[in-house]
């Protein structure tokens, strides 16, 4: 593994006091992932602590009522998407991030709103509910991103990832795809999506977030360590999200607990991570100096 520093995201963070006091312990060696929890007010507040230290910025950012809905068939969908994509694309201009990671895509031709319960609400609509396999979590079932349906919107993605990627290249920004939760409306889930995404333009890169792929392992009965190291070896990952959760084979949770919680093998994964590129990004909700020296540590015996 080259030389490197661990990131965090700053999703877990909301004043400009916790950036400030996880700067003053973390000292110079801290690196960041702007959030899309971020306002804009936010941004200007920390701007002076973190610039230079921004690796990523996760769209959009600053944060938007919707996230970007590439699969959408509505013109006006992929015409805000778009306008939302280039506004986070001046922001990782301004703090010096080099990678932008994206959520490509949903299957509905709605806006997908960024706030979690309304979008709840919206995947319980009827447009979802013959697709449901678990309730809770509104996850899926194994053969969802076979139907013709999904295979629609994920076309549709597809295309307008690769001109997004075309836009970022012209100003040396990366765009990197995050494999999305198994739940019913999104797109992108299992390795195999991964591989192909990777694989349709040289511009477009991926963000392994190994917490979603953990997910996706129970709800596809797929093994987690070969999914990654299947991702892995396509060589176009930029950055992974490192999290765990307390799922299950029949227990869904996006929890973005600490990296050394709920018997996750984080060893493991990032014995598979060494041969890559990426920049490892915690995205984790709790504990952020915690997690960033338990990190540090494991990557001075690789």
């Known amino acids: 593994m080259r030389k490197r520093l661990p990131a965090i995201s700053l999703v877990g963070m909301r004043t400009r006091k916790e950036v400030a006091d996880y700067l003053s312990e973390a000292g110079d060696k801290a690196r960041f992932e702007l959030s899309y929890k971020m306002s804009a007010p936010f941004l200007d507040e920390i701007e002076q602590l973190v610039r230079g230290k921004v690796l990523s910025a996760h769209a959009c950012c600053p944060s938007t009522e919707f996230f970007p809905n590439l ?6 969908v992929i015409e805000q998407s778009f306008r939302d994509m280039r506004s986070t694309l001046a922001t990782a201009l301004r703090f010096g991030a080099s990678i932008v990671v994206l959520h490509p895509g949903y299957v509905t031709d709605s806006a997908m709103s960024s706030d979690y319960k309304i979008r709840s609400v919206l995947l319980s609509q009827p447009e979802f509910k013959a697709d449901l396999r678990f309730a809770e979590g509104s996850i899926c079932g194994p053969d969802y991103n076979r139907q013709d349906n999904y295979l629609r919107f994920a076309s549709r993605a ?20 995050e494999n999305l939760n198994p739940r019913v409306g999104y797109l992108f889930h ?27 392992s129970f709800a596809y009965g ?15 990952v930029a950055t992974c999200h490192l999290h765990s959760n307390s799922s299950s084979p029949v227990r869904f949770r996006d929890d973005h607990h600490s990296i050394d919680r709920n018997g996750f093998p984080l060893e493991a994964v990032l014995e598979i991570l060494a041969g890559s590129e990426a920049n490892l990004v915690l995205e984790t909700v709790e504990e952020p100096l915690r997690n960033s020296l338990v990190l540090r540590e494991l990557l001075k015996d690789l």
Request: glycine share 10%; aromatic share 6%.
């Open 71 to 76: 699969g959408s068939g509505d013109p006006a």
């Open 158 to 177: 597809k295309d307008h990832l690769v001109e997004l990627a075309a836009l970022y290249r012209q100003q040396g920004v990366r765009l990197a795809a």
């Open 190 to 216: 299992s390795p195999e999506e991964m591989v192909g995404l990777a694989k349709l333009h040289p511009n477009l890169y991926l963000c392994l977030d190994v917490g979603h792929l953990r997910i996706s």
């Open 222 to 236: 797929f093994d987690f360590l070969e999914g990654i190291r299947t991702i892995v070896e396509t060589g176009k």
